[in-house]
């Protein structure tokens, strides 16, 4: 038994503190599970689909605004359920909330 095998890490989703053996076993058991992906009304997000804007938003570092009903094509998932990654013209490494925007 290894000195991390006593350490107790607090687990989010239940709200309790667990030992970090049985966090490392939880996280194993995540990591085949699919994220679901969801825009702002609920429709389930996949690579490659085409989402719309649904406000404007302030790209941070591009100096540029990215107006309400832009059309972006051909996201990607990125993990995170709350985050797509996509390309836009100009805009090299865009990630997106997926509240901001709904599919097409």
Request: overall charge negative.
């Amino acid at each position: 038994m290894s000195e991390n095998d006593d350490a107790f890490v607090y687990d989010e989703a239940s709200g309790e503190w667990i030992s970090a053996a049985d966090a490392r076993t939880k996280a194993g058991a995540d990591d085949g599970a699919a994220t679901e992906v969801r825009d702002s009304v609920g429709n389930l997000l996949a690579d490659g689909d085409q989402v719309t804007l649904i406000k404007d938003l302030t790209v941070k570092g591009a100096g540029q605004t990215l107006k309400r009903g832009t059309l972006i094509k051909s996201i990607r998932l990125t993990g995170d359920p709350q985050e797509i990654d996509c390309r836009y013209d100009g805009i090299k490494g865009l990630v997106l909330r997926a509240e901001f925007v709904k599919k097409r």
